[in-house]
């Protein structure tokens, strides 16, 4: 594989001054590190001035137990929790997976359409939501059977570290597992302590969070209540969003412990702003797209003409109980996870009375109301073998929902944006069966993991509303996915790997729910089928960790938009793409308190065939070639006072698949942030100040891929702030 051309764009970035550093001075430094582990070895191993004491960052996403991250062979990095929690407002999970390499994570600035993720170009054609990487909280699915996920659900108040696993290794996750995100929150710890934090930002922005924390009589409790509101960057994005979050631990006998968490979230008729035109998008990057056919003077926008929003209210419980049999070289443990909830949405579109006129249109309004449950079963067991150890682990995960949904119009006569006559009654039912195995074998210098899961996905629909025809049926898709990965100690201090896997998407239920502009149910889609190879390095130079990966992935029949307008979007298979990338990560302590981290990504995303009007080699859209993120960070030794100044670059982006269309261009701003804490008594109090894109630059946030009408584009904000201040009293 030639990675020339990915290394060229990331060098573009470098000599647009779009970062604060070079290849040059990179590679200095390095020389620089090598000598002295050359000089030391054993000291630079071990030392305890090694970021984030890197060969000791302990991960459990890809190999489902407790495993020391720079052993495992596969792309992963850990977001902690002052990253997480300490310099932001923890609205929105973006703000601290930009410094992940291999990832991008976008805030729409819309909240009825939350976060846009994709992990090497999977999830990127996603129009709301999370598609194409699979998220999970506390061993819990935050994705739906189906793979449609939403990361609002996450509480980052409480949140103890992040894991974002790529390549490879996600297909252990099973259907819709491009990449996985995996939140795990804290638990409850030592003496009761009670906290209260308010901040506040720019375009309205505030946030009230109170949460209380401690472990008594055996048992550990985290308790966490917000509410955030805005009136939104952009025209018509206003929002409020409620969430509630509680985690019991208690140990009920001998090695058991018993996890019970409860999450909800709601919001209340949170405004959709709809993308916008490049020429309006030009003219004011807040504005909404003017309806032309509006007779009302002024003209109103789509968005404020049919009053377009979405109202969520989402509440799930799930329990999980670990028991462990003996213990050391010799012994198991029994996982079981349960888990249940209801979400419920309904949402206003902005379809003109004449588009939904033919009778199989199903309305522009969403009204559904969806139960999901699932469990997943697992038992590792750990014994030598061969001179090494055996760790084994095998399971089942089971996944189901059900959806009462319906449409309506969204006129009653002359009003627009109410909720008008049925055009849509229906029952979904989704479901997933998934067996799967794994196991390591460590002996010496080497470590070999292999995998297995077989996957089997269902679809019912059950149509009620049989005047514009019977959309009644089903669907079954099966796959088997295996993975394996190799990784070498060449030394203390550098370590080799190489992992390949075969993986696959199946469609999302909204993928699933049109055809074409207007058309029913699309029983003709077919699931993605991917192969996946990596080959990587991980080393320790003095006090600097580099992870470095390059990778292929190979799909067939990949799913990609057909047609989108006014919120809606329906889908086909496009036949082969490629994607073809590297990833490289530096964490470095420099001393004196300061400290540097780096996160490069280089990626080709093309069609390798012909379909349509699209010739093979045309990018994928929603795809930068090149994304990248730097901090040079310092901290006070008493963590009183820190300070760091951040800069994120991207690649120019292609909004449709023929590549025809306005790019939203590269961008590369600049973020400064303030941070710091006092203790006195059992008092703790803490601050922080943001100043986002310090040089007010004005750039494309997201694309909305493949909008029919041409309104792509969706403006990230200026210049802005935030600051905040928390109190905590520990008894």
Sequence with gaps: MQYRFRLNAVAALFAAGALPFSPAALAADAENAVAAVAA???????????PAAAGAVVIVSGSRVEHSSFDFPAAIDVIGADRIRDSQMRVNASEALASVP??????RQNYAQDLQISSRGFGARSAFGVRGVKL???????????GQGQAATFNLDMAERIEVLRGPFSAVYGNHAGGVVQLFTREGEGAPSVESGLSAGSDGARKLDVNAQGKSGGVGYVLDASRFDTDGYRDHSAARRDQAYAKLTLAPGAGAKLTVTASGLRQKDTQDPLGVTWATWQRDPRAGETDATDTASPKRTFAERYNTRKSIDHQQIGAAWEQQLGSGQDGGKLRVTVYGGNRQVIQYQAFSRAFQAPASHSGGVVDFDRDFSGTDISWVDVRPLAGGKLTSTVGIEYGRSRDDRKGYENFIATELGVKGKLRRDETDKVSSTDPYLQAEWAQGPWVLNAGLRHSRFKVDVSDRYLSNGNDSGGLRYSRTTPVAGLLYKVSPVLNVYASAARGF????????FYSGTGGGFNFGLQPARSTHVETGVKALLGTTRIDAAVFQVKTGDELVVDASSGGRTSYRNAGKTLRRGAEVSADTSLGHGFSTRVALT??????????????????????????????????????ALGAA????????VYAEDSNTEKTAPGYAIVNLRLTAQQETGGWRFKQFA????????????????GDTNKRYYEGAPGRNWQLGASAQYQF
């Design 40 to 50: 030391d070895a054993p000291a630079a191993a071990g030392s305890t001035a090694a």
């Design 102 to 107: 291999g990832l991008v994570a976008q805030n």
């Design 136 to 146: 999970v909280a506390d061993g819990i699915p935050a994705s739906m059977p189906d």
């Design 505 to 512: 998407e199946t469609p999302t239920l909204n993928e699933l």
């Design 602 to 639: 280089a990626l080709r995303a093309v069609y390798d065939q012909v379909f349509g009007n699209v010739l093979k080699g045309s990018r994928l859209p929603g795809v930068p070639n090149a994304y990248a993120y730097g901090e040079l960070a310092w901290q006070a030794p008493s963590r």
């Design 645 to 652: 100044i951040e800069t994120v670059a991207s690649a120019r």
């Design 690 to 705: 943001r100043l986002n894109n310090a040089a007010d630059r004005a750039y494309v946030g997201s694309v909305i891929v």
